[in-house]
């Protein structure tokens, strides 16, 4: 009799067993459990542990603080200058005022003298008081003021103030012919110019 291929037994079940659609999967113990979400997540805020610019936001606060303490310090520094300059100023001319009067003093005590003696020799008084007046332009002299009252002399409008003019053919024209006011000082420190009277230019 010939043989045939004998065909599998569509019943039998497979030696393997069925495949669960669960392998291959790791325990559910395995897998990371989400957490909470952070605080500020949602809104994009950084987190608590986010790194932000708050230490150099402090520098730059600390040497703000440090240069405003430094100004009010040059501020205080500069008032209390100012302060004893002006009283430094004050005492110089305090000193000045004395020393100019300490020098008048023996020209008010000549000319109580004169009067003194004016009784006794009317004339006399004359002489007297020429001698307190060339003895108060010394002293003004010696302060830096010279007297200034010469004639004959060329007009110099830094030295002279023109009062009048005159006809004078014995003169120059443009000379001081009279002074009439004598001046006192020269240049920045001068305390008045001369009142003369020019000759005039033809």
């Known amino acids: 009799m010939p043989t045939y291929p004998q065909e599998p037994d569509r019943a039998a079940p497979d030696p393997v ?3 669960s659609e669960d392998a291959g999967r790791p325990p559910r113990g395995d897998l990371p459990q989400p ?17 932000g610019p708050a230490p150099a936001e402090d520098e730059y606060t600390t040497a ?20 004893r300059h002006a009283r430094e100023l004050e005492r ?10 300490a020098a008048f003093l023996p020209v ?3 000319l109580e003298l004169a009067l003194t003696h004016a009784g006794a020799d009317p004339g006399a008084i004359v002489e007297g ?12 002299e010696l302060l830096g003021y010279p007297r200034h009252a010469e004639t ?27 002074v009439l006011r004598p001046g006192y000082g020269d240049g920045e420190r001068q305390l008045r110019p001369a009142a003369v009277t020019v000759a005039k230019r033809e």
């Open 17 to 19: 067993g069925p495949v």
């Open 35 to 51: 957490g909470p979400p952070r605080p500020g997540a949602a809104d994009g805020e950084p987190g608590p542990d986010a790194a």
């Open 64 to 83: 703000i603080r440090e240069l405003e303490d430094r100004w009010r310090r040059a501020l205080a520094d500069l008032d209390n200058l100012r302060k």
């Open 92 to 101: 110089e001319r305090a000193v000045e005022r004395s020393r100019t009067a």
């Open 108 to 110: 008010l005590d000549n």
């Open 129 to 140: 008081i020429r001698a307190v007046r060339d003895q108060a332009v010394n002293v003004l």
């Open 152 to 178: 004959g002399v060329p007009f110099d409008p830094a030295r002279h103030e023109v009062v009048g003019i005159v006809q004078d053919p014995d003169a120059a024209p443009g000379t001081v012919i009279e």
